[in-house]
């Protein structure tokens, strides 16, 4: 996603709010949220947090996990969960927008967690998803089940490695 022509400084407000939901969300899952200094702007990205595992009968089994692959690549992996009874990974968007590289992303930890051995039986078991919150108290799933994932990612990260390479 192409954000260049986002002002700065709604881009900085934007990662902070994203920031402190993925914390409230975090310390939600974990029961040890303070909810009287949770930032009323947050408040409604935590409802429909909480309404979505509810909903959607979600058991978070690991919140926020680094993750490191022998590919060269590393990253913080939101949820690991069963979601309706299946293995999934979650991983949590403030954005109003939405794009197919999240389906990219969630394959590649997906694959980091497998070989960090973090997963509790074989990756192509977990389903992937992006669960978007809305300012408006409500949540959308996103399922991602394209087998190109992987394959875009590996070319991604060997476009990086040679552009880092040639600076």
Request: glycine share 6%; net charge neutral; with cysteine.
């Amino acid at each position: 996603v192409d954000f260049s022509k986002v002002p700065p400084e709604t881009l900085r407000m934007a990662q902070e709010r994203g920031t402190a939901v993925h914390a409230a969300c975090h310390l939600h899952d974990q029961g040890t949220l303070n909810y009287a200094s949770l930032d009323a702007v947050i408040w409604p990205y935590l409802e429909a947090w909480d309404k979505f595992i509810r909903q959607a009968d979600v058991r978070v089994d690991m919140t926020e996990r680094s993750v490191h692959s022998k590919h060269g690549y590393a990253g913080t992996l939101d949820r690991l969960a069963m979601v309706a009874g299946k293995p999934s990974i979650l991983d949590i968007k403030t954005s109003e927008i939405t794009s197919q590289a999240a389906g990219v992303q969630t394959m590649a930890y997906l694959k980091a967690a497998e070989e960090c051995g973090c997963l509790g039986m074989p990756a192509k078991k977990y389903q992937r998803f992006a669960v978007h919150l809305y300012d408006n108290g409500k949540y959308e799933l996103e399922p991602y089940t394209s087998e190109q994932d992987w394959p875009v990612f590996l070319a991604c990260l060997q476009i990086f490695h040679f552009k880092r390479r040639a600076t």
